[in-house]
């Protein structure tokens, strides 16, 4: 699946790992809808944390809890988050699958951990769940990437899709501030903050608010190794003589390339070692 200008109803093509990544959170969300004993021992709460259910904060969002149980909006939630899921988990694991999943149980514990923090000092009993939370960084991560993608609004209008994305964050967010719901705010306000340091670290993209650049080009700097002197022996390209990539840079080198220029800026070499780089992977 290449990047496009503009989405419509979803990814052209999806990962077996991502198909079998949803296909999990669908299952337990629905099985443990019907067990509240075990919600209280997967979801995240400061009574479960006080007992050394130490995986709650990864395990918090496989488990969907409603207060009205199996209803509507159980199943729109669910849908609304596997949606989603779909859409930017796709392009972001088409680029790495082991950097998505970091992103998404990083920015998952993190923010678990800080919403237990919160839970502590005001003493409630508010239990966190859902695939909601950790989200959050998978969306802000993800507008880091293509910062120039838009979305197809209800299939025909093209609106820009950092600026959607951000404004629900902040509606959500602002939501939480007014009901005074401080573990809720953390929660998501923690997972944002990791997507935003995960894709400036890990993939070296920056956002696109210019007053932020002073300190995103500091903190590339100071992530960046020192070059050192390495005694493995590197492959050369016999006709460049520069370094060959190797797959994973290779198609990370491809897709920047895409997005700034299209598809058609590719040599027919390039494509042909893409499509080979795709069926290695499928095989």
Known sequence: MQPQSSYGIGPTKTPHLL?????T?????IVFAFFPMIQGLLSLSLTGISHLFLWQPLSYSFVEINPLGISFAFFLQLAFNLYLLWIFGAMLMERSQRLFFALYFGGGALAGLAAVGVMSLIGTSFALSG???????VMVAW??????ASFLLFLTIPIRAIWLI????GINLFIDLANANWVAFTAAFSSC???????????KRKSIFAFLHPFENWLLQMTIPRPTRSTEPKVYDIHSGKPRLNDEQFMDTMLEKISRSGESSLTLQEKERMQQISRNKRS
Do not use: D
Request: hydrophobic residues 60%.
């Open 131 to 137: 695939a909601t939370i950790p989200l959050y960084a």
């Open 143 to 148: 507008t880091m990437l293509y910062p120039e």
């Open 25 to 29: 959170l669908v299952g337990t969300s």
């Open 19 to 23: 198909k079998g990544f949803l296909l």
């Open 166 to 169: 951000l404004g629900l964050i």
């Open 193 to 203: 903050l990791f997507g935003y340091f995960f894709a400036l670290v890990a993939w």
